[in-house]
């Protein structure tokens, strides 16, 4: 899809998305899926920043052991939000809202996405669901972590209510997002934009569209159902009423372990597209990759049972869910060794969105493979929750999908705004994250391996000595981000002007002016080739 | 331009095909008569023959049933292109995947633990 095969015309016009139209009320009221994207962008980052305070404080809480600055009662408050937060308000939302709303249509051809109303009151829906949910921080908080395991949701006497009810409202407008964005996928491609040239951001943005209308309903449901026992005892998970506990995992896990894919899949399709720009070289294995992410998501739906080994789930149960999990490994492993091909005699530059994406390689590759030692029953039993699996999935949801929505941002920021950054700062940014995150984390594989369980708000003193090296890696990731925002800024306020396409990339997005003008090109496009052909 | 060539895309091939009112009212019928069935058969199992192992097939049956006659005249999908129909089947796919599952665990629960 090189610049030399398409009709678009793209004049450095001074009239573009963002200056079109002025005032408040034309940024809360645009149906342009580009400023919606940026409403995303917002709210996605103001929620970040709490729930890494929350993070900072859990941290600060276990530098040592023994009480420091919270009570228990409050750690397992703070612990919930963290979990609540980061899930449903960041990393779910993040890529497919903030970058799959911009760059999608623009990606595709078209002007807007299929359902522009519809995206709009996505965004409504959203934050009236994260509005519901902060509430609860002052009506009565909530301390049953992020997955309201019964019975303990069932019977705890804070805002549980409330927070599933913000929930099942912010599900809502996640499925609205994934049903526009399967019809954009559908019906407004440019001409000449068959299946197979749409880049691979967008394969992984339209399989991920697919689980969130597949698998959200369910976790709406469950979370209904958890609403209804509380409020009504209608005794579906409750044993006393002839319930059972071990049926709210199966339901729940039904629709979160798909959304871990819902996480990880956008950030996987952020990783193409970066990987293919900054090698400079034709994407090895375009097919491959297309339809392993079709691939992973089909493969999500089977595999919830492996969070349940130790819940009470049949050993048959436990066998089967095993296997079929072990089955996740093989998609997974296509689009990486596809990934490393396309690395292979590429003319590799190392500008920071690129940092962004080999950190992915490196930090996904660690949590993929930890998730097999969590995927085996004989292992998991042992590891089960304990740090381990902390380390685990923020190997993968942190080291995945943060560092890839991170590149996303600094790949896509001179189209979205028009403006570079400072490049020295960008990647000063990496280091730091990169460093802090294994700080971090690393230790906890070893925290878990000796036996130091998750959610305790206190330990016996032979774990101190990792967990203050821990805690010393979330500073130092905590002044990453606060460097990245500071990058932001600046750039936004005083940052050069950038031009149409700095990176050289092939994508339709990059044949339009920077920043797009409302209708995203100046001329219709009309594609004659692939989007990665570099050579 | 564009705006142009992306009506003439989404426009291309597909028409809502008109269902006659008779066909309309025919299920209607139909469900109407379901209904009473349901009732009946419930009256059957649990005032005469006071609780029977077919009581909730039957009912499942006939809800299935009724909601397939929906799903096919009034949401039309009996008249839809067979790629709709594939995507509404995979839906019911998944919840088969779903329940079916959830019971394996619980089939099984009983049988195979106890091995402590």
Redesign the interface.
Known sequence: MSASTHTASHTSGEVNYINEFKGLKSWFTSLDHKRIGLLYMISVLFFFLVGGLFALLIRLELFKPGAQYLTPDQYNQVMTYHGAIMVFMVIVPGIPAILGNFFLPLQIG??DVAFPRLNLTSWYVFMLGAIIAICTLFLGKIDTGWTFYTPYSIKTGTAATMMVVAAFVMGMSSILTGLNFIVTVH?????GMTMFRIPLFIWAIYSTAVLQI??TP?LGITLLLLAMERTFGVGIFDPNLGG?P??FQ??FW?YSHPAVYIMILPAMGVVSELIAAFSRKTIFGYTAIAFSSIGIAAVS??V??HH?FVS??????GI??SFLTMLVGVPTAIKMFNWLSTLYRGNISFESPMLFALGFLFLFAIGGVTGIMLATIATDVHFHDTYFVVAHFHYVMVGGTLMALMGGLYYWFPKMFGKMYNETLARLTFVLIFIGFNVTFFPQFILGAMGMPRRYFDYIPAYQSLNSISTIGSWLIGCGFLLSLYVIVTALRSGEKASDNPWGAKTLEWQTSSPPPH?N?H??PVVTAGPYEYK | MAANNHSEHQSAGHGHHIIPAEIYKKVALALFVLTLLTVGFHYLFHSVMHGSVLAAPVAFLIAAVKASLVLMFFMGLKYDSVDNRIIFALGFFFLFVLIFFSALDIWTRVAVTSTL
Do not use: I, N
């Not at chain 1, 019906?187 to 001409?191: G, T």
């Not at chain 1, 009470?312 to 149960?317: D, H, K, L, P």
């Open positions: 078209a002007k019906k407004l491609r440019a001409p597949l698998a369910v059972d071990v049926l199966h339901f039904f739906f089977f919830w049972g349940m009470g789930q049949s050993e048959v149960a089967v869910f209708t090109f001329v219709e």
